[in-house]
């Protein structure tokens, strides 16, 4: 069927010369979600933080680079094994993910702790002034510590030891 903008509207055309319907071809499974755009698609990262896992863990079994929510609530409550036996090896351990907000703009991002990390009393974006931040209590030394998550920058006040 021509397409160029010469041939007629097809509301247009005589009852006669329309063509048929187009025939109603019934996708299965993932090809039927692909059809309805309310699908709502998230990243592997953001599966990983959803399921509570490393995200190479999620690489290694295979979750895609995309998926959808759905795909992720299922993989919540029917856990397929090498997830469930990763839950069970982690009760009572320092959690996979944190999230890290700014104590001045309340920006937040969700990353993996890292061991090195003192305890904050503060965590600013790095482009913030340090007056932004409220001052020490008294006694304490603050030190700041850079290259907290992508762009966060720590502050450590503690007492003189
Ligand atoms: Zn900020």
């Not at 759905?70 to 009572?92: F, H, Y």
Request: proline share 11%; glycine share 6%.
């Amino acid at each position: 069927m021509p397409t160029g903008f010469d041939s007629p509207p097809v509301a247009f055309l005589p009852e006669s010369t329309r063509p048929a319907a187009a025939p109603v071809i019934r996708l299965s499974g993932r090809f039927q979600a692909h059809r309805l755009r309310l699908i709502e698609m998230i990243t592997r990262r953001e599966a990983a933080l959803r399921l509570d896992i490393p995200l190479e863990m999620a690489v290694r079994h295979g979750i895609p680079g995309r998926l959808s929510v759905e795909e992720v609530s299922e993989l919540n409550e029917n856990p397929p094994a090498w997830l469930a036996q990763s839950r069970a090896n982690r009760t009572g351990k320092k959690p996979v993910w944190v999230q890290l907000t700014c104590d001045i703009c309340g920006f937040t991002e969700s990353v993996r702790p890292k061991k090195w990390w003192p305890e904050f009393a503060y965590l600013s974006c790095e482009h913030h002034g340090s007056d932004e931040l409220p001052e020490p209590q008294p006694g304490r030394v603050r030190t700041e510590v850079d290259g907290i998550g992508s762009r966060f920058i720590g502050v450590v006040d503690e007492l003189p030891s």
